[in-house]
């Protein structure tokens, strides 16, 4: 079954009472413990490299995750950073940003642009998320930031719009030039390998 997950980003307030603050301490802790298990199966996919076993870890906990995240979004609306802290909704971002859930990505986006056009969006995010998207639906990404590893067993990345003015695209939203970005992610995982 499909669940039909829509809302107006921009007037969402609380479906309920307003939560205590007690509340969204907790809702934040709940969300930085998703984003802690989320990034501990990844340094763990890093570390050992693709296996079944990992895969399908990763797969369960950003299953999870995003139902979580659907859940407390359909319970207390969009929280902004007033409600749960500046590292409560970077969590919000990875988790959308590592969902399995390509519609629920998709359905952010128009809200990831106006968040970042606004300043409560890093350039980093709105980039990522971008990509994903494009990506996804086979589309060439606009800011490089999606990459797959080619046979030589570099990270190259996919597609890209308008190559010729990706870096242009990237220092608007704060990334630094592909080259460099490239460079950086080849040798992270050059270092991991056995």
Known sequence: MVLAFSFQWHS????HAAPSTNELSNVRAELLNMAENDQDIRKVF?????????AQKMHEIDTRNTQRLKEIIGYYGWLKTEDIETDGLNAIWLIIQHSP????????LPFAKRSFHAGELSGQNYALLTDRVLVHNGKAQRYGTQFKIGTDQKAIPYTIADPQNVDKRR??????????YSDLLNNYYSDKQP
């Open 101 to 108: 859930d390509y519609d629920f990505q998709e359905e952010f």
């Open 171 to 180: 220092a608007d939203v704060g990334l630094p030039s592909l080259s460099q």
């Open 46 to 54: 890093v570390k050992e490299g693709y296996t079944d076993l990992t």
């Open 12 to 15: 969402l307030s609380y479906l």
